[in-house]
Every structure is written in C-alpha cells, then in structure tokens.
C-alpha cells in the first residue's frame, strides 16, 4: 500500500477497519484468532507545526490593530493565556473577572455534525479552572467590552456574533489564516 502511493494514515484506518472486522469474526467463532491484531503498521508522519516566536506574536497582533480588525482581542486573548478556541469562544462575561486579574474557564465551543455549535465541558479536567491575566489582557477584555457596548451587543459571551450567538469555530479559524496571510 506504501508502493502504491497511499499515506501511513490511510493506511493505518485500513488495517484498523480490517482488525475490526476480523476481531468481529473471532467473536463470532467465524476465525479462530485475528491475523490483522498484530500487522505491523507505518508510523504517521508528525507535521512539524510551525511555533511563533513572542516577535511573531507581536507582529501578528499589531498587524490585527492596524487593520483594525474585530477579533483583535480574541487573539490577544489566545495568545496570552494559552487558551483553546474553542474555550475562549464559550467564554462567557460572568467567568472574567477583571478587577482579580483571571477569569475561569467553564465552557468550551464544539460543532456537533460539524454544523451546530454547542457548549460543552472543557476538554480536560486540567483546563477546567481558573486562569491569570496580565495588564495587557485586561485591556484586551476592557476593550472588547467597549466594542460589544458601542456595536450595541446584547449577550452572555465575549466573543460573539452582532447577533449575540457563538462565533463559528471554523470561521475564526479561516480570519485567522487570512490575516497571517496577510
């Protein structure tokens, strides 16, 4: 399968489907034992992600103010405390609490299907809690609080839609790309 061009990844949810199958048929008396159990499988590449540096951060943050672009502050917030989209997506104002400097993560923002954004438990027990902010994190909540407050926003969430529901995961992800294209 390698020869023939496919990827170590396709590869390996073959032979997992395969395995499946045949463990269905030990189970069924069908095959005595499952030759697929032990086939040795390719490794999967690992992509070698690319890591800002805190000047890449800064010259991406201050491209986003100089274009004056509205999730400025979302990816201050991102970048500044380590966040998953999806948990800064679901944050909601009564989890900042800005005269203490934090703000406890509750929710996280996921798509069931891939097309309805849902709150749900964080994705590990580890991001449930409380996180620090710096000065300049404030600032970025008390100026999206300014921005919601002039746009005429009504809602729960911080980051949100003008319409007051939850930024589409898939959305922010593709802003995000254009503007470090840009």
Not at 32 to 56: F, I, V
Not at 58 to 77: G, I
Not at 152 to 181: K, Y
Request: charged letters at 20%; proline letters at 7%.
């Amino acid at each position: 399968q390698l020869a023939a061009g496919r990827g170590t990844t396709t590869i390996r949810r073959i032979v997992a489907t395969l395995s499946s199958a045949l463990g269905d048929a030990v189970r069924q008396r069908r095959l005595q034992h499952n030759p697929a159990r032990y086939a040795p499988l390719p490794s999967p590449t690992k992509p070698n992600l690319p890591c800002w540096t805190p000047g890449d951060a800064l010259t991406f943050l201050r491209h986003c103010a100089a274009v004056d672009d509205p999730l400025t502050d979302l990816f201050e917030v991102l970048i500044g405390t380590g966040m998953r989209k999806g948990e800064a997506l679901a944050l909601h104002w009564a989890d900042v609490h800005l005269d203490d400097a934090a703000l406890f993560v509750r929710y996280t923002l996921s798509n069931i299907r891939n097309t309805t954004p849902v709150m749900t438990a964080p994705k590990t027990k580890s991001s449930h809690g409380w996180v620090g902010l710096s000065q300049r994190l404030v600032s970025a909540f008390e100026r999206q609080a300014r921005r919601q407050a002039a746009l005429g926003l009504r809602g729960d969430l911080v980051f949100s839609q003008h319409n007051g529901a939850p930024l589409r995961p898939e959305s922010v992800l593709h802003h995000f790309h254009r503007l470090c294209a840009a």
